[in-house]
């Protein structure tokens, strides 16, 4: 599925986020950002290990925020690494956090000019976010914070499963009625 929404062309695809030719992808960081399972492991063993050397030099990073590396022997130029909650219930921020991940790493395109970002659905594996919470908040939040990044013009949300993906189209969906 694609929306428009003003320039900035909104997609959903299900595909494995370490093949797609962006000029970043956004990887579900632990606080390390040394790599761990699922997409961070995926995308530490896709890049090679001058990723985990740039990202040793980095010195972690808190949850709801992201730092931006060279993106090495992926074909995407750089790895956002956004650093998402565990959910422990929706009581303690999750959401909050979790949208502040999606502001800063479109801060970050804006920041380094770049055109076309891929979004994996952060904080969803092994952190236990609800993934349809996590569509609204991350389809609602990157088209609030679009303005942020005016050389921002294509957004894929890369989805891991066909689930996970109705969620994020059904999100744009609504967005795109309001």
Known sequence: MIREFGQ?????????ITTLCVDAIVNAAN?????GGG??????RAAGPELYDECLALR????????????????????????????HGGDYGEDEALGACYRRA????????????????ISTGVYGFPPERAARIAVGTTINALGSAPSLRHVV??????????????????ARSR
């Open 8 to 16: 900035v062309r909104l997609e959903v695809r299900v595909a494995d």
């Open 39 to 44: 997409v961070d492991g995926a995308i530490h």
């Open 106 to 121: 479109i801060a970050l395109c804006g920041e380094h000019g770049l055109s076309s970002l891929a979004f994996s659905a």
């Open 157 to 174: 949300f890369c989805c891991f499963s066909d689930e996970v993906a109705s969620y994020h189209e059904r999100a744009l969906q609504l």
């Open 31 to 35: 606080n390390s950002l040394l790599g």
């Open 60 to 87: 972690g990073c808190a949850t709801g925020d992201a730092k931006i590396t060279k993106a090495y022997q992926l074909p995407a130029r750089h790895v956002i690494h956004a650093v998402g909650p565990v959910w």
